[in-house]
Protein backbone atom coordinates (compact mmCIF):
# COMPACT_ATOMS: atom_id res chain seq x y z
CA UNK A 1 0.00 0.00 0.00
CA UNK A 2 1.21 3.29 -0.94
CA UNK A 3 1.78 5.63 2.35
CA UNK A 4 2.09 9.43 3.64
CA UNK A 5 5.34 9.94 5.71
CA UNK A 6 4.67 12.84 7.99
CA UNK A 7 7.65 14.12 10.05
CA UNK A 8 6.62 14.98 13.40
CA UNK A 9 9.27 17.02 14.72
CA UNK A 10 10.11 19.04 12.00
CA UNK A 11 6.25 20.23 11.74
CA UNK A 12 6.63 20.91 15.47
CA UNK A 13 9.49 22.63 14.89
CA UNK A 14 7.47 24.79 12.66
CA UNK A 15 4.68 25.36 14.90
CA UNK A 16 7.32 26.73 18.05
CA UNK A 17 9.29 28.88 15.14
CA UNK A 18 6.06 30.43 14.12
CA UNK A 19 5.25 31.01 18.12
CA UNK A 20 8.51 33.07 18.56
CA UNK A 21 7.73 35.14 15.03
CA UNK A 22 4.21 35.96 16.20
CA UNK A 23 5.48 36.92 19.87
CA UNK A 24 8.39 39.12 18.46
CA UNK A 25 5.49 41.24 16.71
CA UNK A 26 3.24 41.04 19.32
CA UNK A 27 0.54 38.76 17.40
CA UNK A 28 -1.83 35.95 18.56
CA UNK A 29 -2.13 33.20 16.16
CA UNK A 30 -4.42 30.17 15.83
CA UNK A 31 -3.09 27.28 14.34
CA UNK A 32 -5.12 26.09 11.79
CA UNK A 33 -5.37 22.11 11.22
CA UNK A 34 -7.76 21.51 8.47
CA UNK A 35 -5.14 19.67 6.37
CA UNK A 36 -4.88 16.94 9.32
CA UNK A 37 -9.23 16.87 9.27
CA UNK A 38 -9.34 15.78 12.83
CA UNK A 39 -7.15 12.64 12.63
CA UNK A 40 -6.54 11.82 16.05
CA UNK A 41 -3.04 10.36 15.94
CA UNK A 42 -1.85 13.26 14.70
CA UNK A 43 -3.61 15.21 17.42
CA UNK A 44 -1.81 13.49 19.66
CA UNK A 45 1.61 13.51 18.17
CA UNK A 46 2.41 17.06 16.80
CA UNK A 47 0.07 18.86 19.67
CA UNK A 48 1.77 18.46 22.91
CA UNK A 49 1.79 20.65 25.59
CA UNK A 50 5.68 22.14 24.79
CA UNK A 51 3.95 22.98 20.63
CA UNK A 52 0.47 24.47 22.01
CA UNK A 53 1.92 26.65 24.66
CA UNK A 54 2.18 29.97 22.84
CA UNK A 55 -0.86 29.25 20.87
CA UNK A 56 -3.89 31.30 20.96
CA UNK A 57 -6.45 28.78 19.78
CA UNK A 58 -6.52 25.76 17.05
CA UNK A 59 -8.85 25.75 14.69
CA UNK A 60 -10.59 24.13 11.60
CA UNK A 61 -13.45 24.01 9.12
CA UNK A 62 -14.96 20.69 10.50
CA UNK A 63 -16.65 20.08 12.95
CA UNK A 64 -15.73 16.50 13.73
CA UNK A 65 -12.56 17.62 13.66
CA UNK A 66 -13.13 20.12 16.21
CA UNK A 67 -15.09 17.26 18.58
CA UNK A 68 -11.80 15.17 17.87
CA UNK A 69 -9.09 17.67 19.35
CA UNK A 70 -11.95 18.29 22.34
CA UNK A 71 -11.42 14.68 23.10
CA UNK A 72 -7.52 14.52 23.04
CA UNK A 73 -7.04 17.50 24.72
CA UNK A 74 -10.36 19.42 27.04
CA UNK A 75 -8.28 22.28 27.82
CA UNK A 76 -7.37 23.85 23.70
CA UNK A 77 -9.21 26.64 23.15
CA UNK A 78 -10.99 25.75 19.64
CA UNK A 79 -11.68 27.64 16.62
CA UNK A 80 -14.29 27.32 14.04
CA UNK A 81 -12.70 29.19 10.72
CA UNK A 82 -15.58 29.55 7.93
CA UNK A 83 -19.26 30.16 8.86
CA UNK A 84 -20.86 27.69 10.55
CA UNK A 85 -23.94 26.48 9.03
CA UNK A 86 -26.91 27.41 11.56
CA UNK A 87 -28.51 23.82 11.65
CA UNK A 88 -25.25 23.23 13.81
CA UNK A 89 -25.35 25.78 16.30
CA UNK A 90 -25.73 23.38 18.91
CA UNK A 91 -22.44 21.36 17.96
CA UNK A 92 -21.04 24.75 17.07
CA UNK A 93 -21.16 25.88 20.86
CA UNK A 94 -20.15 22.61 22.30
CA UNK A 95 -17.24 21.70 20.00
CA UNK A 96 -15.95 25.31 19.53
CA UNK A 97 -14.87 28.15 21.92
CA UNK A 98 -14.83 30.77 19.26
CA UNK A 99 -16.31 30.92 15.74
CA UNK A 100 -16.05 33.23 12.41
CA UNK A 101 -19.15 34.61 11.30
CA UNK A 102 -20.85 37.02 8.59
CA UNK A 103 -24.49 36.06 9.02
CA UNK A 104 -26.87 37.21 11.37
CA UNK A 105 -29.70 34.84 11.76
CA UNK A 106 -26.93 32.17 12.44
CA UNK A 107 -25.60 33.97 15.07
CA UNK A 108 -29.20 34.06 16.70
CA UNK A 109 -29.04 30.78 16.60
CA UNK A 110 -25.55 30.16 18.02
CA UNK A 111 -26.85 32.28 20.58
CA UNK A 112 -29.83 30.58 21.80
CA UNK A 113 -27.72 27.44 21.81
CA UNK A 114 -24.76 28.94 23.98
CA UNK A 115 -27.80 30.34 26.32
CA UNK A 116 -29.07 26.68 26.59
CA UNK A 117 -25.71 25.24 27.31
CA UNK A 118 -24.61 28.08 29.76
CA UNK A 119 -22.06 29.51 27.59
CA UNK A 120 -20.93 32.80 26.40
CA UNK A 121 -19.65 31.91 22.38
CA UNK A 122 -16.95 34.39 21.56
CA UNK A 123 -17.22 35.25 17.50
CA UNK A 124 -14.99 37.57 15.15
CA UNK A 125 -16.90 39.30 12.79
CA UNK A 126 -16.08 38.69 9.15
CA UNK A 127 -15.82 41.62 7.10
CA UNK A 128 -15.92 41.63 3.03
CA UNK A 129 -13.33 42.84 1.86
CA UNK A 130 -13.00 41.89 -2.26
CA UNK A 131 -12.17 38.31 -2.06
CA UNK A 132 -15.79 37.81 -2.57
CA UNK A 133 -15.76 34.73 -0.26
CA UNK A 134 -17.30 34.92 3.47
CA UNK A 135 -17.77 39.23 5.02
CA UNK A 136 -20.19 40.99 5.60
CA UNK A 137 -20.81 44.21 3.33
CA UNK A 138 -18.82 47.31 4.60
CA UNK A 139 -22.20 49.46 4.07
CA UNK A 140 -23.69 47.36 6.39
CA UNK A 141 -21.39 46.80 9.29
CA UNK A 142 -22.22 49.07 11.95
CA UNK A 143 -25.71 47.76 11.97
CA UNK A 144 -24.46 44.57 11.94
CA UNK A 145 -22.38 45.07 14.97
CA UNK A 146 -25.28 46.68 16.69
CA UNK A 147 -27.73 44.14 16.51
CA UNK A 148 -24.90 41.73 17.63
CA UNK A 149 -23.44 43.51 20.81
CA UNK A 150 -27.11 43.62 21.90
CA UNK A 151 -27.28 39.36 22.06
CA UNK A 152 -26.95 37.77 25.71
CA UNK A 153 -24.90 34.93 25.17
CA UNK A 154 -22.69 36.11 22.61
CA UNK A 155 -19.16 37.94 23.19
CA UNK A 156 -17.81 40.13 19.74
CA UNK A 157 -13.99 39.55 20.33
CA UNK A 158 -12.80 40.53 17.32
CA UNK A 159 -13.57 41.67 13.59
CA UNK A 160 -11.68 39.81 10.54
CA UNK A 161 -10.97 39.74 6.75
CA UNK A 162 -9.79 36.62 4.15
CA UNK A 163 -7.74 37.44 1.51
CA UNK A 164 -6.14 35.06 -1.02
CA UNK A 165 -8.23 31.91 -0.56
CA UNK A 166 -10.34 31.90 -3.94
CA UNK A 167 -9.75 34.59 -6.09
CA UNK A 168 -6.36 35.53 -5.19
CA UNK A 169 -7.07 38.85 -3.88
CA UNK A 170 -3.82 40.11 -2.28
CA UNK A 171 -3.76 41.44 1.24
CA UNK A 172 -2.04 44.21 0.87
CA UNK A 173 -1.24 47.28 3.40
CA UNK A 174 -4.12 49.45 1.97
CA UNK A 175 -6.62 46.46 2.47
CA UNK A 176 -5.45 45.71 5.94
CA UNK A 177 -5.71 49.47 6.68
CA UNK A 178 -9.65 48.90 5.94
CA UNK A 179 -10.08 46.28 8.17
CA UNK A 180 -8.28 48.56 11.24
CA UNK A 181 -9.98 51.91 10.08
CA UNK A 182 -13.37 50.16 10.60
CA UNK A 183 -11.85 48.44 14.28
CA UNK A 184 -11.66 52.22 15.07
CA UNK A 185 -14.97 53.00 13.93
CA UNK A 186 -16.40 50.04 16.11
CA UNK A 187 -14.63 51.31 19.43
CA UNK A 188 -15.51 54.96 18.76
CA UNK A 189 -19.49 54.12 17.92
CA UNK A 190 -20.42 51.41 20.73
CA UNK A 191 -17.81 52.22 23.00
CA UNK A 192 -16.51 48.18 22.62
CA UNK A 193 -13.15 47.58 22.43
CA UNK A 194 -12.28 44.63 20.20
CA UNK A 195 -9.66 42.03 21.01
CA UNK A 196 -8.63 40.80 17.44
CA UNK A 197 -7.97 42.40 14.46
CA UNK A 198 -7.72 38.98 12.65
CA UNK A 199 -5.46 40.30 9.47
CA UNK A 200 -5.58 36.47 7.91
CA UNK A 201 -3.38 33.34 7.05
CA UNK A 202 -0.09 32.28 5.77
CA UNK A 203 -0.27 34.33 2.26
CA UNK A 204 0.13 37.40 4.82
CA UNK A 205 3.14 36.39 6.48
CA UNK A 206 5.97 38.19 4.40
CA UNK A 207 4.15 41.41 5.13
CA UNK A 208 4.70 40.84 8.83
CA UNK A 209 8.33 40.12 8.15
CA UNK A 210 9.01 43.04 6.34
CA UNK A 211 6.86 45.29 8.37
CA UNK A 212 4.08 46.75 6.14
CA UNK A 213 0.95 45.72 7.89
CA UNK A 214 -1.19 48.42 9.83
CA UNK A 215 -0.16 48.34 13.87
CA UNK A 216 -3.34 47.57 14.92
CA UNK A 217 -3.07 44.31 13.30
CA UNK A 218 -3.04 41.23 16.11
CA UNK A 219 -4.15 37.61 14.85
CA UNK A 220 -3.55 35.20 12.01
CA UNK A 221 -5.08 31.96 11.18
CA UNK A 222 -2.40 29.93 9.86
CA UNK A 223 -1.79 26.38 8.42
CA UNK A 224 0.06 25.62 5.34
CA UNK A 225 3.37 27.61 6.96
CA UNK A 226 2.63 25.78 10.10
CA UNK A 227 2.57 22.57 8.14
CA UNK A 228 4.69 22.84 4.95
CA UNK A 229 6.96 25.86 5.43
CA UNK A 230 5.89 28.38 2.83
CA UNK A 231 3.68 30.98 2.36
CA UNK A 232 1.03 31.06 -0.22
CA UNK A 233 2.04 35.14 -0.88
CA UNK A 234 5.29 33.53 -3.45
CA UNK A 235 4.79 29.77 -2.75
CA UNK A 236 8.61 29.97 -1.13
CA UNK A 237 10.14 28.94 1.78
CA UNK A 238 8.70 31.65 4.81
CA UNK A 239 12.24 32.38 6.90
CA UNK A 240 14.01 29.07 7.73
CA UNK A 241 11.30 26.70 8.35
CA UNK A 242 11.01 23.10 7.40
CA UNK A 243 9.70 22.64 4.06
CA UNK A 244 10.42 18.23 3.93
CA UNK A 245 8.05 17.97 6.11
CA UNK A 246 5.88 15.26 4.01
CA UNK A 247 6.72 12.40 1.67
CA UNK A 248 4.52 9.92 -0.63
CA UNK A 249 5.84 6.96 -1.85
CA UNK A 250 4.03 4.44 -4.15
CA UNK A 251 5.13 1.01 -4.85
CA UNK A 252 5.85 -0.40 -8.57
CA UNK A 253 3.11 -3.58 -8.70
CA UNK A 254 3.77 -3.79 -12.43
CA UNK A 255 6.81 -2.76 -14.72
CA UNK A 256 7.32 -3.83 -18.91
CA UNK A 257 8.40 -2.12 -21.89
CA UNK A 258 5.32 -1.23 -23.91
CA UNK A 259 4.23 1.02 -26.50
CA UNK A 260 4.35 4.49 -25.97
CA UNK A 261 0.84 4.80 -28.10
CA UNK A 262 -2.03 3.07 -27.08
CA UNK A 263 -3.08 0.06 -29.57
CA UNK A 264 -6.62 -0.08 -30.61
CA UNK A 265 -10.19 2.39 -31.15
CA UNK A 266 -10.17 4.90 -28.38
CA UNK A 267 -13.26 5.47 -27.15
CA UNK A 268 -15.10 8.25 -24.86
CA UNK A 269 -16.25 5.20 -22.30
CA UNK A 270 -12.18 5.47 -20.20
CA UNK A 271 -12.41 6.99 -17.10
CA UNK A 272 -8.89 7.62 -16.39
CA UNK A 273 -6.91 10.46 -17.54
CA UNK A 274 -4.13 9.77 -19.23
CA UNK A 275 -0.90 12.37 -21.00
CA UNK A 276 -1.26 13.61 -24.28
CA UNK A 277 1.23 11.51 -26.76
CA UNK A 278 2.48 12.34 -29.98
CA UNK A 279 1.45 10.41 -33.81
CA UNK A 280 5.26 10.15 -34.10
CA UNK A 281 5.92 8.35 -31.52
CA UNK A 282 4.60 5.27 -33.20
CA UNK A 283 6.32 1.77 -32.45
CA UNK A 284 8.35 3.32 -29.91
CA UNK A 285 8.79 1.81 -26.43
CA UNK A 286 9.55 2.57 -23.29
CA UNK A 287 8.99 1.23 -19.97
CA UNK A 288 6.21 1.58 -17.96
CA UNK A 289 5.71 1.26 -13.88
CA UNK A 290 2.13 0.78 -12.88
CA UNK A 291 1.97 2.16 -8.96
CA UNK A 292 -0.62 1.28 -6.43
CA UNK A 293 -3.05 4.90 -5.89
CA UNK A 294 -4.82 6.43 -7.67
CA UNK A 295 -7.53 9.26 -8.46
CA UNK A 296 -9.78 8.42 -5.46
CA UNK A 297 -6.87 8.93 -3.41
CA UNK A 298 -5.48 12.07 -4.83
CA UNK A 299 -4.65 14.36 -7.77
CA UNK A 300 -2.31 13.88 -9.77
CA UNK A 301 -1.38 17.75 -10.40
CA UNK A 302 -1.29 17.77 -6.51
CA UNK A 303 2.10 15.35 -6.23
CA UNK A 304 5.70 16.04 -7.48
CA UNK A 305 7.88 13.11 -8.56
CA UNK A 306 11.22 13.09 -6.88
CA UNK A 307 13.04 11.49 -10.00
CA UNK A 308 12.61 14.39 -12.42
CA UNK A 309 13.33 12.18 -15.10
CA UNK A 310 9.86 10.65 -14.61
CA UNK A 311 6.39 11.44 -16.66
CA UNK A 312 3.07 10.86 -16.15
CA UNK A 313 1.26 8.27 -18.38
CA UNK A 314 -2.38 8.17 -17.11
CA UNK A 315 -4.48 7.66 -13.94
CA UNK A 316 -7.23 5.57 -13.09
CA UNK A 317 -9.47 5.34 -10.08
CA UNK A 318 -7.36 2.94 -8.01
CA UNK A 319 -3.21 3.17 -10.74
CA UNK A 320 -1.02 5.72 -11.84
CA UNK A 321 1.27 4.72 -14.56
CA UNK A 322 4.13 6.10 -15.14
CA UNK A 323 6.95 6.34 -17.71
CA UNK A 324 10.62 5.46 -17.00
CA UNK A 325 12.32 5.61 -20.80
CA UNK A 326 14.91 3.09 -20.84
CA UNK A 327 14.98 2.50 -16.96
CA UNK A 328 18.83 2.53 -16.81
CA UNK A 329 21.11 4.52 -14.97
CA UNK A 330 23.90 6.55 -16.54
CA UNK A 331 26.15 3.41 -16.14
CA UNK A 332 23.82 1.09 -17.89
CA UNK A 333 22.37 -0.57 -14.68
CA UNK A 334 18.56 -1.13 -14.19
CA UNK A 335 17.26 1.60 -12.81
CA UNK A 336 13.80 0.18 -11.13
CA UNK A 337 12.30 -3.17 -10.58
CA UNK A 338 8.88 -4.44 -8.97
CA UNK A 339 8.38 -3.98 -5.59
CA UNK A 340 10.46 -0.28 -5.31
CA UNK A 341 9.16 2.46 -4.09
CA UNK A 342 8.55 6.02 -6.06
CA UNK A 343 9.04 8.88 -3.91
CA UNK A 344 6.49 11.94 -4.62
CA UNK A 345 6.48 15.72 -2.95
CA UNK A 346 2.60 16.55 -2.00
CA UNK A 347 1.54 19.94 -1.89
CA UNK A 348 -0.85 20.91 0.22
CA UNK A 349 -3.99 19.40 -1.33
CA UNK A 350 -2.36 16.63 -2.11
CA UNK A 351 -1.78 15.27 1.98
CA UNK A 352 -5.03 16.72 3.01
CA UNK A 353 -6.67 14.19 0.19
CA UNK A 354 -4.25 11.66 1.19
CA UNK A 355 -4.98 11.76 4.81
CA UNK A 356 -8.39 11.01 4.48
CA UNK A 357 -8.27 8.17 1.78
CA UNK A 358 -8.57 5.07 3.78
CA UNK A 359 -5.95 3.23 0.95
CA UNK A 360 -2.97 5.23 2.19
CA UNK A 361 -1.03 3.98 4.64
CA UNK A 362 -0.05 7.08 7.27
CA UNK A 363 3.32 6.81 8.79
CA UNK A 364 4.56 9.42 11.83
CA UNK A 365 8.29 9.99 11.67
Known amino acids: MAELIIHVNKIKDNIKSLSNFFAENGIKWSLVTKVFSGDKEFLKNVLTEEVIANISSVGDSRLTSLKNLKAVN ?3 KTIYIKPPAKIYAADLVKYADISLNSSYSTILAINKAAEKANKIH ?31 NIEVIGIGSNLGCMYGVEPTYDKLLQLSLYKELI ?8 QLLSGGTSITLPLVENNVIPKDINHFRIGEAAFFGVSPYDNKQF ?12 NI ?41 GMLDVDKNDIEPVDKSITFVGITSDMLVIDLGKNKTDNGKVKYKVGDKIQFTPN ?18
Open 122 to 152: QIIIMIELGELREGVQRADIMDFYQKVFNLS
Open 187 to 194: SARFSKEL
Open 74 to 76: PNI
Open 253 to 293: IELEEKKLIPDGIISDANIGHTAVYEQNDLGELSFKAILDF
Open 348 to 365: YMAVARLLNSKFIDKKYN
Open 239 to 250: KDLNIDTFEFSA
